[in-house]
């Protein structure tokens, strides 16, 4: 039998855990305020088979989805995998059958007709559903009551991208759901799609545009006029693939790129502004407008975070890294406008922002981050290292008003975030944290802390019968949402 390969990918945090379990009633220490009522669903990968390419990434991995289900202070927990083509055919086959990270030309020729997609990365919700995404195709649509995979969601055929991202936007007062697709048209294309869903889910537009190269497009913004589109050079060519290559690669010398568009506008309304050189980022805070300035919050670093996305004659050094919150702005009024950068909070990544702040101006975001102070990271994660560490950082004058950490050897998953009813409540910050006992051995818990008091001890801590994968990101749905769910 095929074993998992002994790197950073699939060993310490990283084992595979691969056990599908429900547990009711986990024991609480501490109180769960009463007014927590809802779930935390969570995207973990977590590879079912051992990998036919020794290098493979956490980021492959069989998307498992994860939810604590919090009611009057009682936790429940259950994770499932999402019942991709994928998962099912390697299920069938007990082993791997797909190659390398993004790459259909290194799969069994059994399989090359079979959707690659691993649905890993993030679960949305909206208008009533649970989709499970991953941007490398179309999402699939998950039962939120048995966590059991309905199928793949295209919004009633209505989709015509081949893709759709794991970081859609939604209005907080219209309740659309804003979102894209890059490699819309397949393998390679340059096309994008830029689509809204209304309030009810149905998909009321989407176009296409061509981006100005084959960039991984992660994220993106959404203000109350505008979408925006930061691009970075970290990029894929067809014929690398075909000779067996990787699909990213980060191009130091390469433009980043800002589009700006009316977010009810056409996509020819689209204007590019270029930024600096062999910058990357993955993830975005929020954007905002002010008169006829957009900004742009961005996690940004001076290169790719990811080992994986170099180049052999460019490897990551990560003691050459830099980076940190930084906001990108363009007045829109200027014919001639060029892209403002400045720095406007510390270095990190995976942010929280609150749901109500989505595309308006605001204050404060929550950030998992690395202290060097508390030693080094537990190795784990999509990157390879995880964060120890979460900041609570005003974006209005870059003071970090609070950080929270538990001490060397633990790791910090992407928080969510609660609002509270009383007014004037900052609202919880819910969090997995991974304790790394020993290489190999690691324990699991769920922390509840007062969102504007993190570093105060947690209101309450649910430790995990079982180990977690470390998750890539996670979404809040209150117990009203639920019960809106289309599925019983
Ligand atoms: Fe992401």
Redesign the pocket.
């Known amino acids: 039998m095929a074993r998992y390969p002994d790197t950073v990918q699939f060993n310490r945090l990283n084992r595979p855990v691969g056990i599908e379990w429900t547990a009711r009633n986990l024991e609480v220490q501490g109180t769960i305020p009463a007014e927590i009522d809802g779930a935390f669903f969570r995207a973990v990968p977590d590879p079912a088979h051992a990998p036919r390419d020794p290098q493979d990434i956490a980021l492959s991995g069989d998307g498992m989805v994860s939810r604590f289900r919090i009611e009057n202070g009682h936790v429940d927990h259950d994770i499932r995998y999402v019942h991709t083509p994928r998962f099912e055919a390697e299920r069938k086959a007990r082993r791997a059958l797909f190659g390398k990270y993004r790459n259909p030309f290194t799969d069994l020729p059994e399989v090359r007709t079979v959707d690659r997609t691993v649905s890993n ?2 679960p949305v919700w909206h208008a009533g559903r649970l989709l499970m995404t991953k941007e490398d195709g179309r999402a699939y649509e998950v039962n939120p009551h048995t966590l059991e995979t309905i199928g793949r969601y295209d919004f009633g055929g209505a989709l015509r991208s081949q893709t759709m991202t ?2 859609v936007r939604v209005d907080p007062v219209t309740g659309e759901m804003f979102f894209f697709g890059y490699e819309a048209g397949g393998l390679c294309t340059d096309d994008v799609a830029y689509c809204i869903a209304g309030k009810d889910g149905t998909l009321t537009s989407e176009q296409w545009f061509k981006q100005p190269y084959l960039s991984t497009i ?2 993106f913004g959404l203000t109350e006029k505008y979408a925006v589109f930061p691009l970075f050079p970290t990029l894929t060519d067809l014929e690398r693939l075909k000779a067996g290559g990787d699909h990213w690669q980060h191009e130091p010398d390469g433009d980043s790129w800002l589009g700006v568009m009316p977010r009810y506008g056409k996509v020819s309304e689209m204007r590019w502004f270029k930024g600096p050189k062999g910058v990357s980022a ?2 975005f805070v929020n954007a905002f407008d002010e008169g006829d300035t957009v900004h742009i919050d961005i996690c940004l670093t001076n290169t790719n975070a990811f080992p994986f996305m170099h180049r052999p004659d460019d490897p990551l050094d990560p003691r050459t890294m830099t980076g940190g919150l930084t906001r990108w702005s363009v007045d829109l009024s200027d014919p001639a406008a060029q892209l403002q950068s400045r720095l406007v909070g510390p270095p990190g990544d ?1 942010p929280r922002l609150r749901d109500a702040d989505q595309g308006r101006p605001y204050q404060s975001v929550w950030l998992p981050c690395y202290d060097p102070r508390i030693g080094p990271p537990v190795a784990g994660g999509p990157v390879g290292s995880c964060f120890n560490c979460l900041l609570y950082v005003d974006v209005t004058t870059g003071a970090v008003l609070d950080a929270m950490s538990m001490g060397p050897g633990y790791a910090f998953n992407e928080p969510v975030h609660v609002p509270s009813k009383t007014p004037g409540h900052a609202g919880w910050i819910l969090a997995v944290i991974d304790h790394e006992i020993d290489f190999g051995h690691h324990e699991s818990e769920l922390v509840v802390l007062k969102a504007d008091a993190i570093s105060a001890p947690p209101v309450a801590r649910v430790k995990m019968p079982v180990p977690l994968r470390p998750q ?2 996670g979404w809040w749905v209150s117990g009203g949402e639920l019960a809106t769910s289309k599925h019983r």
């Open positions: 990365t993030t794991a970081h992660h994220d993955f993830h995976l890539v990101h």
